[in-house]
């Protein structure tokens, strides 16, 4: 069966610069959701979107932006990047009251 | 308070033994409640969803007590490939968000 897709996997950025995570969501899902999640830490919700449009807000920072496409597909936009930005980053997908499906991740790594 | 509070663990125990793990969540009005797995730098994998009759899968028993706020899974004969960290998640609601525990790591022993 189709899974979540992320891309990439895995990503190296510098202080400063912005980075740009992708997000495809399992067939026929209508809301999708972003997470971060910290070395040792549990995940945390940045933001979700139900049928293109932002549906909640969880603890984005002002310096990163996400959107979802026509074709359902989301991007999360991070600028201004720090240290403290390096986590995983899990895209989930879902649809009605069913259970969140997540993605493999992406390793975000500052430097 | 924190919305859904577990036990970090880490709980060691030998292959063949049972284990329980408790969640409790603060929010009377959610709605939905379920245990995800996730092994170290992998994504949250669904284990399964909790319903007030309780459900069973092989030797997985997750239940739910609404009154006190509680979750439990419960798991029997457990094996090597079993440990992994155990994330208590709640929705509120249809399209609402996950909100997840800390998880409680599980290391299972020869």
């Known amino acids: 069966a189709a899974g979540v897709i992320q891309s990439p996997r895995h990503l190296i950025k510098e202080k400063r610069e912005t980075a740009t995570l992708k997000c495809y969501p399992i067939?026929?899902?209508?809301?999708v959701y972003w997470y971060q999640q910290g070395p040792g830490q549990d995940p945390q919700f940045l933001i979700s979107?139900?049928?293109?449009?932002?549906?909640d807000k969880g603890s984005i920072p002002d310096r990163f932006s996400a959107q979802q496409f026509s074709d359902y597909h989301s991007e999360l936009n991070m600028s201004s990047l720090e240290l403290g930005d390096s986590a995983l980053y899990f895209c989930?997908?879902?649809?009605?009251?069913?259970?969140?499906?997540f993605g493999n991740g992406t390793r975000l790594t500052v430097t | 308070r924190k919305e859904v509070e577990q036990d970090p663990g880490p709980f060691n125990v030998p292959e063949g033994a049972t284990v329980a793990f408790n969640c409790t969540y603060s929010n009377s009005a959610s709605q939905s409640f379920f245990w995800y797995r996730q092994d170290c730098r992998k994504e949250p994998k669904l284990l399964m969803s909790?319903?007030?009759s309780g459900n069973e899968d092989g030797r997985f028993t997750a239940q739910l007590n609404r009154a006190s706020q509680y979750i439990s899974l419960l798991i029997r004969d457990s094996k090597l490939s079993d440990s992994a960290t155990y994330l208590c998640?709640?929705?509120?609601?249809?399209?609402?968000?996950?909100?997840f525990g800390k998880g409680t790591m599980l290391l299972v022993s020869p």
């Open positions: 909790v319903y007030s």
């Open positions: 998640v709640v929705k509120n609601s249809g399209y609402s968000t996950l909100t």
């Open positions: 979107f139900y049928e293109k449009m932002q549906s």
């Open positions: 989930a997908s879902s649809t009605g009251n069913s259970p969140l499906h």
């Open positions: 067939p026929r899902h209508d809301t």
